[in-house]
Structure formats: structure tokens, C-alpha cells
């Protein structure tokens, strides 16, 4: 049952971000819903106020230019993302993940901002845009912050967005040439929640070795996990299947899985293991085309 | 709690109802309304079986606000018939038989409307169709007699004259 709350339905950004000012913490904020509805059905979620910012068309934005890169206002829906030709065209790792993000009905209503405010720790597009080197900049009233993704999650259902701020903006930069990025997740229904994940992205020098990687895991944690250890594994180092499994058995030894009625610990570090040799060699394989 | 007046339009029709701001938009459509053929069927946005249209777009109404739907137009399955004729995909599912107890139909039919009016004009592979339908659980027919209710229409079998 959803208990009683205020209803806010703020006509701005500017009104909104002075409503979550005046009520912080009493305050929860609502965009498409499709996370915050289900728990607040539950009786988990009970604030006293609700701020509706779904119809903020301010927030609500796809823009790209090839030296600032890729800006998503927080209330752009995952299908608006998922059907962006422009996205399409400079971040097909995004678009692929979009699609098996949630079923169609979700993905129509439901937003980026929320899903990254939600943080729920199975979310998708955290470990996509970890690995793309993305940030998310929150604002209040009177200021303005920007965090890169792998600081912005702090634990189950938190992050460093304080009560009186929205998410406003995610930023993808360029990536660089000769840079390749995939990402998989393990589940048993096409529309279900990851049961783990994994996102790779790899950056390579013109000689072929390996720049800069970024290995990121989905729902093996409480946040989306960097395994900083198989990273720097590869730097320096050519394409190499035994390296990717190497690197793939540090994935499943760096990072905290629970056991649920999903999957044991065990077969999450397994399939964590063997999706990042899986998706690194994806990733690579992409660098070098 | 203070009710709040809520304007909104279903089926092409223009409706006010007084609501907690709680509800949700299957129990506007249900309960308020009348428009009974929108089912609840697991309330976790999960089957599908509450799926209505707001513009061309397919949500689920057991996850969404009523008061989001303020000045937008909602079609429950009650309103794909028009002057008391069935749609083509209406059509197409009773010729399939696309249904067996029914309570998905609904759900699947107003899927099946948004990914046809979506791809209008294009063809639609199998995958495509069942992906389209990825939302909605259907317990009883296996998918297969709906799929090919779906490629029906797309491919121009049932075009309304």
C-alpha cells in the first residue's frame, strides 16, 4: 500500500530545486517511477512530500558535439536513448544496453536520472557509463556539483546526491580512437534484472597494446564495481585470450556478490568471471576495427 | 488527504475524476473509470497484463501516477474499436487465436497496436515481434498464435478497408 504523501508539481527546474530546498529530506522525488512506485508500494518508501518533475521538459534533452560529447538530460527516457540515432552512431554500447533494459512499457516512462538516483545495485546503465568514463552532475538551489560515475554510488540505493539536489545531466566525453566497449549481463528472462554484469571498455595504442581499460561489474556488489586490478593487468599488453581469462578471474575474486533466490555467490563471481573475458575480448575486437 | 482534480482523456473521450494523488493510472482506469478489460495481474510492473497506451506509447498503468497523464490521451483496449469495428489487430487475434482465458489480451493487444504503429510502413522480423512483446507474460498460449497474429497485421492481412 502507498501511504499518503504531498503532492509537489513543481511548473520549473528553478521551483523545483527551491520546493527540494524548502523540504529535503521529507522529500522524495518522482520522475517516471518504475523503481520508486514498486517500492514505495511496499511500504519500504514513505516521504511526506512527492516532487513530479516527470514533465520538466528542461531536463529532458539529447545533445552531442564531437569535442564535448554526449549530454542526456536526467528525464530523457531509456527509449528516447535507446532510439537516438545520434547515440546509435557514437554510443552503440548504450543503445545495446537499453535495449535489454526492463521490457519496452518501462523503458518508454521510465528515466536515466531516475534509474541512476535509484542506484539500485543490478542497474544497467551505471556499469555502461562507469565504463564509458561518464559523469552525472547534480544541482540544488544554490549550486552546481559533478561527479564521475564510479564516485557517484555509494551503497544500496545511495549515492552522493544530498536531498536537496536532482540529478540534472550525464556526460559521456568522446571516447578516444581506437577505443571498443561492451557490455553483457547474465539473466534467465530477457526483460529481468541482471543477475550479474559485466561492461569493459578498451582504449588502445596504435602499436595495438592496450591504453587504458575499464572493467566494470553490475550487481556484484552493493555499487557498481571498477576491478582496478584486472585493469591494470592490460595495460601495455597485446590482445591475448589467456590475458582475458586472467583478467576475467580477477573480475570474479575483486568483488562482493550476495547469494539470493537468483544465484549463489559463487555462480555470480562465475559468470562475472567468464562475461569479462567474454566482453573484453568483445571490446577489444571492436578497438581494433 | 486532500483529493486532486485530474483531467485527462481516455478512448477519445474527455474525463475529471477526484483522486488521491497516490493512485495509480490502472486504478483510475479500473476503478474510477470503468474501463475494466486493463487487468491487474502482478502489480510489480512485471506482466504486462496492465498495459495501456498514452500517445503511441505502451506503459504500464499499475506503475504510473495518474496525475503524470494530466492533458494526455490514454487508450485501454476498450478504445481500439472504432464506430463498433474491431481493429486489425483485434481482428487478427480472434482469427489466430491469439488467446485462451483472456487475461493478458489486453495487455498484448495494446503492445502489439504501439510496435505496429511504431514500425508502420516497415517489415517486422519474428524476433522483432517477440521482442515487441517483451513486456507482457502470457501463461496460457506459448506466444506462437500471437506472434502470428502480429505478423499478420504487419504484413498488410488485415488492413482496415
Known sequence: MIHDFNYLKPGSLKEALSMLAEHKDECKVICGGQSLLIVMRQGMVTPEYL???KHLEELNYISFDAKDGLKLGATTTHREIEKSDVIAKNYPVLVAM???????QTRNWGTIGGNLA?????GDPGPVLIALKGSVKVGSASEERVFPLDEFFVDYFATQKNDDELILEIQVPVPEPKTGTAYQKFNLLDSDMGIVASAVSVTLNNDGTCKDARIVLGNAGPVPIRVKRAEELLVGKKYDEALFAEAGKIAS?????VADIHASEAQRRHVAGVYTKRMLKKAWEQAMA | MEKRLLKLSVNGEKYEVYINPKTLLVEVI????????TKRGCETVSCGACTVNIGDMSVKSCSVLAVQVEGLNVTTAEGLEKDGKLSDVQVAFLDQGAYQCGFCTSGM???????????EGKTLTEHQIREGIEGNICRCTGYNSIV??????????????
Do not use: W
Not at chain 1, 535509484?118 to 543490478?122: K, N, T
Not at chain 1, 575474486?253 to 556478490?257: R, S
Not at chain 2, 502470428?148 to 478497408?161: C, L, N, P, S, T
Open chain 2, 148 to 161: 502470428r497474429a502480429i505478423d499478420a497485421v504487419a504484413q498488410g492481412k488485415y488492413k482496415e478497408a
Open chain 1, 51 to 53: 516532487l513530479d518533475i
Open chain 1, 98 to 104: 537499453e535495449n535489454k533494459l526492463a521490457s519496452i
Open chain 2, 30 to 37: 479500473r476503478d474510477h473509470l470503468g474501463f475494466t478489460g
Open chain 1, 253 to 257: 575474486e575483486d568483488c562482493e556478490p
Open chain 2, 109 to 119: 493487444l495494446m503492445s502489439a497496436t504501439a510496435l505496429l504503429k511504431e514500425n
Open chain 1, 118 to 122: 535509484h542506484a539500485d545495485p543490478a
